[in-house]
């Protein structure tokens, strides 16, 4: 439970709102915590996002981390809500969190998605992705997008692809061997 004194009265940037048939893209809220904290413990979620779960402190640096990129630098991640039982079920958006990584892919919004395990397969991620390209297309000057997606989770790479998202690069991030992915805004057909 977080501590009501903390709460400011001044108003907070606006996150903009995106709507699917399915899900609701919003900012995130302090009640997201619970749910983001159990997704973020599930095996089957962390399995391809280094491979450890993170602990509820962690998950809430996380959240916090996501409003704060969006006052930065104008955009950020959206907590992904389902339309149909108004449950949090995971994130999709855009960072440049600077990474140490080779190629070098500061400066190119960075696309990602990670969605809860109990709601996988049900196409919810390409809803999202959808979603937060569009906006992309709308507010980003540049042409180019780029992910990171470890090469063995499938299911991500077949969203990215959909997208039409191509290979550039294999390196290691964190020690964890990933595969880099870019896309041209000109062949956007958007899935």
Known sequence: MLNSSL??????MQVPVLETERLLLRGYRPDDLLEFAAMSADPDFYRYLGGQPISREEAWR?????QGHWALMGFGFWAVEE?????FIGSVGFADFNRDIKPC?????????????RVHGQGYATEAVRAA???GNRHFQSNETVCIIDSDNLPSLRVAEKFGYQETARTTYKE?????????READALG
């Open 7 to 12: 709460q400011l009265t001044s108003p907070r």
């Open 62 to 66: 996380r959240i916090l981390t996501q």
């Open 83 to 87: 339309k149909s039982t108004t449950r």
């Open 105 to 117: 892919i500061s400066g190119v919004p960075e696309i990602g998605w990670a969605l809860a395990p």
């Open 133 to 135: 390209l569009a906006w």
């Open 176 to 184: 964890q061997p990933i595969v880099v992915f870019t896309r041209q």
